[in-house]
T-cell receptor, first 114, second 114 residues
């Protein structure tokens, strides 16, 4: 089956620094990738949809200048959390969509901001 | 705005029991509905996907039903095992222009005890 990887799997950073999370589709080309955030004991909330070669579409309430998304190729999308603060600590999950309407999910990245 | 609710939020059962997890959604204009499993600190594993034209899907001990008109889906787990312990999420997909989005439910945390 289709495999999506995320790197890193966990990261701890100081408040005010920026953190980049990578999402890769390993064995298929993903025209669309999705970024979700999940707080403890809560469900996944869609943050943004990124299409290869174009700007990401952000959900209402998500700051595009804080959460920078780049989808430069059909196999890689990156999420950069700029000037991270403790309230940004969360579990970030990406998914990649292929030719069909199915999404394949990555294993997630645990971000802790001190 | 689509809202997806899952009941119960948490469930603890002895091994061997048959159980039903419920999912309801407010907007019946969906393309399909998907059930996922999430283990603690991990990504999502797709269990079953039901197209809007289908009534149910089965995979092993899992059976998912869909009643689109009433905005409901159920996930039936037969002969539960400790390895079934996880959080179960349902998500509905509605095709929008230029892509498709998943709206996730609140999740049911299942614990199957020996």
């Amino acid at each position: 089956g289709a495999v999506v990887s995320q790197h890193p799997s966990w990261v701890i950073c100081k408040s005010g620094t920026s953190v980049k999370i990578e999402c890769r589709s390993l064995d298929f080309q993903a025209t669309t990738m999705f970024w979700y955030r999940q707080f403890p004991k809560q469900s996944l909330m869609l943050m943004a949809t990124s299409n290869e070669g174009s700007k990401a579409t952000y959900e209402q309430g998500v700051e595009k200048d804080k959460f920078l998304i780049n989808h430069a190729s059909l196999t890689l999308s990156t999420l950069t959390v700029t000037s991270a603060h403790p309230e940004d600590s969360s579990f970030y999950i990406c998914s990649a969509g292929g030719a069909s309407d199915t999404q394949y999910f990555g294993p997630g990245t645990r971000l802790t901001v001190l | 705005k689509q809202e997806v609710t899952q009941i119960p939020a948490a469930l603890s059962v002895p091994e061997g029991e048959n159980l039903v997890l419920n999912c309801s959604f407010t907007d019946s204009a969906i393309y399909n509905l998907q059930w996922f499993r999430q283990d603690p600190g991990k990504g999502l594993t797709s269990l079953l996907l039901i197209q809007s034209s289908q009534r149910e899907q089965t995979s092993g001990r899992l059976n998912a039903s869909l009643d689109k008109s009433s905005g409901r889906s159920t996930l039936y787990i037969a002969a539960s095992q400790p390895g079934d312990s996880a959080t179960y999420l349902c998500a509905v997909r509605k095709l929008t222009g230029g892509g498709n989005k998943l709206t996730f439910g609140t999740g049911t945390q299942l614990k199957v005890e020996l």
